[in-house]
């Protein structure tokens, strides 16, 4: 008789997968896009262990179909296995009984025509897997195996382990064996944050926690289970494939290069504003992400109906203005939206109000979807995201590394400025041609050899912007002695980080610039909080006013109020720009909300960029905007963030601004024939001028998107 033990081990072998027939079927037909690339709606009902108690099938099923959804995700297993399995320690729920509720969610969405994504959580397991299979878990520092925070009850797996080879593959297997899936999926794996810390008897073998060293093994696990479990999914249909939870905007857990490379499906899991201060850009920002690795493959965002924030309510649906804005943000930003809400007592929940707004919104985005079939992305000024310096980079006293990119993006948004996002990875001048110019948000962390793309990238006449400790340190963390782009920049390190205890530094003005258009009646300007300071350089145009104590106000007054020392570098070589700020100007104006500061950076990125934008908005109000070349020409999308609840706590109302003025630059040979504003469902008159198409759009609401017609 076989055991518990030698069956995982078998992974399942012995139960009979789908005939080879079928397989060689699906293996002959023509795969010309993959299906998940044509998917433009997504639906999740995340399963309770009471729902197989109450939740009608049909009632979901139908719900679902009403949204016009592409593919649901169904819960095949979390703690808990919602079908009838025989994988030992795949623990049934007590409400399940006989009933393969698994297998009856999965008909009713076929018979839909409706994808399924079996979705599998492997991050946790119960006390009897712990005595049976101890090697699984994670450990702490001494020893004893790590318990879920939330719950007491379950046990958190480590990834090192054969818990990811044997039994997640053996629950795959099963789940190919029983049902015709189109994929699977594991939630709360890879890690959307900060690396995992385990001291199990594997983990103790690898580099510490933390280091690049040990992201280099992390890396290295990620990507040998990802293909495993993708070879998986394939042996019975090889049109299905696996992908698996991530999200984290820049601050990822695995290396976003690499998994663009392999993910057919980059799902984010940004449900909401996860804390006290999130801006509601947190979720255009996991757009720009995605576009940045996925090169046109798919990528969607979880927008989660039910209470996300600081506090949770699973249960209980949040504001309707709040969930629009996200979904407004996951379309405008290129990616697929995708609702989601948790089952309850009553299956579809207690709290139904979060039915129509979602049935409504997928109802509207049915209607238009060539318009939001982007092929790319038509922005000309990229922003580096370096993924390293955010997992390593040790910041100064009271930073952190998300408040640089928060300043930044704040400063790029009032600006107006469309931009795409860059992986620190994708630097060879196939991934740069595009870009006029490029900001480094206090990208720390620079390879040599990504130093010496940037420098090509200058030669061949592209610009640069850079702040504070860019390319202060090798991809390993590794501290130079000097900038690794001193010489691009004409920079040359003269101290150490510098702080303050009361006023910061000011910038005295030592000659006018086009950076400093707008300032009038002042000699300083404010600084930031942190220097790094630099050699002094010819003809500076702002120079360092050092700080001093801020009380008592008698002798808040500089001791040194002129120096040699730049608080700018400006630079012009050839066709390129270059400017440098010592500072970390763009986190100061994010701690601040300094508007001088915003001023300034606006400026320089403007002057770096040396004008010709692709599309300029004018009007009032704080926006964001997308402009995508589409399946049916053109569209420009504005979404609306002047709101009392732009930076805080969740939105309650809309606040519509004015007239926005759109000029939008047209390749040669295009020709429009139609400006439709997608949300007010109407038509706008135009003109073209100048190889430019122009128009306004009345009001902005929330959110509109000006389709424009080409031929």
Same mark, same amino acid.
């Given at each position: 008789m076989i055991d518990r033990r030698t069956l995982l081990k078998a992974g399942l072998a012995a139960v009979p997968l789908a005939s080879s027939s079928n397989a060689d079927a699906q293996a002959a037909r023509p795969l010309e896009i993959p299906w998940q690339r044509r998917i433009r709606r997504v639906g999740q009902l995340n399963m309770t262990e009471h729902d197989p108690a109450a939740m009608n099938v049909e009632e979901w099923a139908d719900y679902w179909a009403s949204l016009k959804v592409d593919a649901v995700l169904v819960s095949v297993t979390g703690i808990l296995a919602f079908y009838q399995t025989k994988v030992p320690f795949h623990r049934k729920g007590k409400f399940l009984g006989n009933r393969d509720f698994f297998g009856e969610c999965c =008909?009713?969405?076929?018979?839909?025509? /409706?994808?399924?994504?079996?979705?599998? !959580?492997?991050?946790? $397991?119960?006390?009897?897997?712990?005595? =049976?299979?101890?090697?699984?878990?994670?450990?702490?520092?001494?020893?004893?195996? =790590?318990?879920?925070?939330? #719950?007491?009850?379950?046990?958190?797996?480590?990834?090192?382990?054969?818990?990811?080879?044997?039994?997640?593959?053996?629950?795959?297997?099963?789940?190919?064996?029983?049902?015709?899936? #189109?994929?699977?999926?594991? $939630?709360?794996?890879?890690?959307?944050?900060?690396?995992?810390?385990?001291?199990? @008897?594997?983990?103790?073998?690898?580099?510490?926690?933390?280091?690049?060293?040990?992201?280099?093994?992390?890396?290295?696990?990620?990507?040998?289970?990802?293909?495993?479990?993708?070879? /998986?999914?394939?042996?019975?249909?090889? =049109?299905?494939?696996?992908?698996?939870?991530?999200?984290?905007?820049?601050? !990822?857990?695995?290396?976003?290069?690499?998994?663009?490379?392999?993910?057919?499906?980059?799902?984010?899991?940004? %449900?909401?504003?996860?804390?006290?201060?999130?801006?509601?850009?947190?979720?255009?920002?996991?757009?720009?992400?995605?576009?940045?690795?996925?090169?046109?493959?798919?990528?969607?965002?979880?927008?989660?109906?039910? !209470?996300?924030?600081?506090?949770?309510?699973?249960?209980?649906?949040? !504001?309707?203005?709040?969930?629009?804005?996200?979904?407004?943000?996951?379309?405008?930003?290129?990616?697929?939206?995708?609702?989601?809400? /948790?089952?309850?007592? $009553?299956?579809?929940?207690?709290?139904?109000?979060?039915?129509?707004?979602?049935?409504?919104?997928?109802?509207?985005?049915?209607?238009?979807?060539?318009?939001?079939?982007?092929?790319?992305?038509?922005?000309?000024?990229?922003?580096?995201?370096? %993924?390293?310096?955010?997992?390593?980079?040790?910041?100064?006293?009271?930073?952190?590394?998300?408040?640089? /990119?928060?300043?930044?993006?704040?400063?790029?948004?009032?600006?107006?400025?469309?931009? #795409?996002?860059?992986?620190?990875?994708?630097?060879?001048? @196939?991934?740069?041609?595009?870009?006029?110019?490029?900001?480094?948000?206090?990208?720390?962390?620079?390879? #040599?050899?990504?130093?010496r793309q940037l420098r090509a990238y200058v030669d061949s006449g592209g610009s640069l912007l850079a702040t504070f400790e860019t390319s202060m340190y090798n991809e390993r963390n590794e501290r130079r002695a000097d900038f690794g782009l001193a010489d691009v920049f004409g920079i040359r390190k003269a101290g150490d980080v510098q702080g303050t205890t009361g006023n910061a530094f000011s910038a005295r003005i030592e000659k006018r610039h086009e950076i400093l258009d707008g300032f009038t009646n002042t000699n300083w300007l404010p600084g930031a909080e942190y220097r790094l300071p630099i050699a002094p350089v010819d003809s500076p145009v702002l120079t360092v006013v050092p700080g001093s104590v801020a009380y008592p106000p008698e002798l808040s007054y500089p001791v040194q109020p002129r120096t040699d020392e730049p608080a700018v570098v400006l630079r012009e070589k050839g066709k390129s720009r270059l400017a440098w700020f010592p500072g970390d100007i763009e986190r100061t104006m994010w701690r601040s909300g300094h508007t001088d500061l915003s001023r300034l950076l606006q400026n320089s990125i403007r002057w770096v960029a040396g004008g010709g934008a692709p599309v300029v908005i004018e009007g009032d109000g704080v926006i964001e905007a997308f402009a995508w070349e589409t399946e049916a020409g053109f569209a420009v999308h504005i979404l609306n963030y002047t709101n009392p609840n732009m930076h805080r706590g969740w939105i309650r109302a809309f606040y519509p601004i004015g007239p926005q003025k759109v000029r939008m630059k047209l390749p040669a040979g295009a020709r429009v024939t139609r400006v439709e504003l997608l949300r007010a469902e109407s038509n706008v008159a135009f003109r073209v001028a100048g190889g430019a198409v122009e128009f306004t759009i009345p009001k902005v609401l929330d959110y509109e998107v000006a389709a424009i017609y080409s031929a």
């Open positions: =008909a009713a969405a076929k018979k839909r025509g /409706i994808h399924v994504i079996a979705r599998m !959580s492997p991050d946790l $397991n119960w006390e009897d897997a712990v005595q =049976a299979h101890p090697e699984w878990f994670q450990r702490n520092a001494q020893g004893a195996v =790590a318990r879920h925070g939330e #719950d007491p009850r379950l046990f958190r797996t480590c990834m090192f382990t054969t818990y990811m080879t044997e039994y997640i593959p053996a629950i795959m297997r099963e789940i190919n064996s029983l049902y015709d899936v #189109d994929g699977h999926f594991t $939630n709360a794996w890879p890690p959307l944050g900060n690396l995992p810390v385990c001291y199990c @008897e594997q983990c103790r073998n690898l580099p510490r926690s933390g280091t690049p060293a040990y992201w280099d093994k992390f890396n290295e696990r990620v990507v040998y289970l990802w293909k495993l479990y993708d070879s /998986i999914a394939k042996e019975k249909n090889p =049109a299905s494939f696996y992908f698996a939870n991530l999200g984290g905007g820049i601050h !990822s857990g695995p290396n976003l290069k690499q998994l663009g490379e392999l993910c057919e499906w980059f799902q984010c899991d940004n %449900q909401g504003r996860g804390g006290d201060d999130t801006p509601i850009w947190g979720c255009a920002l996991q757009g720009r992400v995605c576009n940045a690795v996925q090169k046109g493959k798919m990528s969607t965002n979880v927008t989660g109906a039910w !209470s996300t924030g600081a506090v949770r309510w699973r249960n209980v649906h949040k !504001s309707t203005e709040e969930a629009q804005m996200w979904m407004n943000a996951t379309l405008a930003s290129g990616m697929v939206p995708y609702y989601h809400w /948790i089952g309850g007592e $009553n299956g579809m929940g207690d709290d139904r109000r979060w039915l129509e707004p979602g049935r409504q919104y997928f109802q509207w985005t049915a209607k238009h979807d060539r318009h939001f079939t982007n092929k790319r992305s038509i922005a000309n000024l990229g922003v580096v995201m370096g %993924q390293r310096t955010h997992l390593f980079y040790t910041p100064p006293r009271g930073a952190t590394t998300p408040q640089f /990119i928060d300043g930044m993006y704040y400063a790029l948004l009032e600006g107006r400025f469309l931009f #795409d996002f860059i992986h620190e990875d994708n630097l060879a001048p @196939e991934d740069l041609k595009k870009y006029s110019a490029l900001v480094l948000p206090n990208t720390a962390l620079l390879s #040599d050899e990504q130093c």
